[in-house]
């Protein structure tokens, strides 16, 4: 895998203690993860579905049709 991170503004859908459900402008319900990316959202106090970034390596987002 490349190791090149990404930021992806993305839609956090929902989460569990090991991944997170997000959909991005090309696609939909993707889980990620926890350990492979790194999650923020757009405001702290907002819950699930809210608006984020997600950071991940550059070829684990095209793998998944991400970007």
């Not at 090991?18 to 959909?23: I, N, R, S, Y």
């Not at 990620?32 to 987002?61: F, H, N, W």
């Amino acid at each position: 895998m490349s190791r090149k991170l990404i930021d992806i503004d993305c839609t956090l859908e929902r989460e569990t203690p090991k991944a997170v459900l997000v959909t991005t402008e090309v696609t939909a319900d993707v889980w990620v993860p926890k350990s492979l990316c790194q999650i923020e959202k757009k405001r702290d106090y907002d819950e699930m579905p809210c608006a984020g970034t997600i950071t991940l390596s550059e070829s684990y987002a095209i793998e998944k049709e991400m970007v």
